[in-house]
Structure formats: structure tokens, C-alpha cells
């Protein structure tokens, strides 16, 4: 498996992104605390049969700079961004996949976007009642 790291500009900011694999899309969105590099095992295993792609949020590694401060931090605006890079892949619906704050991220932007969502994996949704 070969990961590619690329940067992409989309909704106004920069996203960085792994990527590895062809096929369908799968879109990895990481919790608070992490951000791409999470997702490394299971790009390895996902590579195989689709297209792997594991974004860091904004604010996240390796654009987590103090000096960027935090402005736009906040699930609206990752989800703002989550769907303006899958606008940006133009790669037909893809399947996401998050976890903790991504899957809220996620849930977001599969209810305001359907089209762009084949399916939705959330795993421990941080979403508030």
C-alpha cells in the first residue's frame, strides 16, 4: 500500500488528506484529539478494494499552528469544510466514516448533503441530545 499525502483547497481552507487505494471513495474523519494519522491501519486495510481517504480537520495536524488561532474551530465549520472537499474530490458519493467528533461531523453533513454520502459508518458519535 502506498500513502500519498496531498493538500487540497476547499471551502476556503487548506485540508490536508491521505490517500490510498483506487475504487470508491471511503472518507476517514477523525475525532478531536487526533486528526489523518489515526486512520493509518485501517487505510492499509481499506486500500485494498477502495479508494481510502483520511482528511485532518481544520485546525489539526500538520496545520495545527498556534498562530493560525482557532477561529473556525467548531463542528459547523468542519462540516462546512467536510463538504466542500467531497464537493472538491468530485468523485461521486462516498462512504464516511467517523469517529467521536467526526462522526458528528459526519452525521452533519450527511443530513445536509445526502447526495454526497453512500453510506455512514459512526462510531462513538459525539452528538449532543
Excluded at 490536508?16 to 487505510?43: I, K
Excluded at 496545520?63 to 493560525?68: L, V, Y
Amino acid at each position: 500500500m502506498t500513502v500519498v499525502a496531498r493538500t487540497m483547497e476547499a471551502g476556503g481552507c487548506r485540508i490536508h488528506f491521505a490517500e490510498a487505494g483506487t475504487g470508491m471513495p471511503v472518507v476517514l474523519v477523525h475525532g478531536s484529539l487526533s486528526d489523518q494519522r489515526y486512520w493509518a491501519p485501517q487505510m492499509e486495510a481499506l486500500s485494498a478494494r477502495f479508494r481510502a481517504i483520511a482528511p485532518s480537520l481544520r485546525h489539526h495536524h500538520p496545520d495545527a499552528s498556534p498562530a493560525a488561532g482557532m477561529a473556525g474551530y467548531g463542528v459547523r465549520q468542519h462540516c462546512a469544510d467536510l463538504v466542500a472537499f467531497l464537493q472538491a474530490l468530485a468523485a461521486g458519493p462516498a462512504h464516511l466514516v467517523g469517529h467521536s467528533r467526526g462522526a458528528h461531523v459526519c452525521l452533519l453533513a450527511a443530513l445536509q448533503r445526502p447526495e454526497l454520502v453512500e453510506s455512514l459508518v459512526l462510531a462513538d458519535p459525539a452528538v449532543p441530545l
